[in-house]
């Protein structure tokens, strides 16, 4: 079994900053990329940052310049640092990861959500 917990998510004021983690425990062989995800109303999720399991990283056009995503592979966890936060940054922000099980194959699993709200 496989769980994804994040923390982190809150109530900041336009021009804050909140810090999400993300940490998976469980049976666990190793862990790929490591990602966050958002889901606006009425829409599917939507790529925010991810990050592989050497570093490399994307970002969404909307973050680039305002968000960093991180990871730190000895605890199994990834964090996204959220500066300079706007109100169209309001959404559920969801942690991905794809991991791989002891004998087993490469498989995506999901954190349960974090409310991000942005608002003065």
């Known amino acids: 079994q496989v769980q994804l917990v994040e923390s982190g998510g809150g109530l900041v004021q336009p021009g804050g900053s909140l810090r999400l983690s993300c940490a998976a425990s469980?049976?666990?062989?190793?862990?790929?990329?490591m990602g966050w995800y958002l889901r606006a109303p009425g829409k599917q999720r939507e790529l925010v940052a991810a990050?592989?399991?050497?570093?490399?990283?994307n970002y969404a056009d909307s973050v680039k310049g305002r968000f960093t995503i991180s990871r730190d592979n000895a605890k199994n966890t990834v964090y996204l640092q959220m500066n300079s936060l706007k109100a169209e940054d309001t959404a559920v922000y969801y942690c991905?990861?794809?991991?791989?099980?002891?004998?087993?194959?490469?498989?995506?699993?999901w954190g349960q959500g974090t409310q991000v709200t942005v608002s003065s």
């Open positions: 991905k990861a794809e991991i791989r099980p002891p004998g087993g194959y490469i498989d995506d699993y």
């Open positions: 469980g049976s666990i062989f190793s862990i790929y990329t």
């Open positions: 990050i592989s399991s050497g570093g490399m990283t």
